[in-house]
């Protein structure tokens, strides 16, 4: 029983960070996890999520054409 509780406010306090992130939170968290992968976690995730690129924003052009060359999830 002690363990339901600690595992139920381990993943109510997970939970609540993050809601509590907001949206340009998120976005910087994702754009820094997403340069940091390899060609091939990029190309797994992309192939799993079936979508290529992260953000296709103006700033971000010539990465997004490079990832989206390289996408074989469409």
Known sequence: MV???VVF?????VSCSCL???????ENV???SWETMDG??????EQH???CGLI??????DEFSMDASLCTAV
């Open 3 to 5: 363990i339901l509780l």
């Open 9 to 13: 406010l381990f993943q109510f306090s």
């Open 20 to 26: 509590a992130f907001s949206a340009e939170q998120q």
């Open 30 to 32: 994702l754009c820094s």
């Open 40 to 45: 091939d976690a990029r190309k797994t995730l």
């Open 49 to 51: 999520m079936d979508c």
């Open 56 to 61: 296709d924003s103006p700033e971000k052009r």
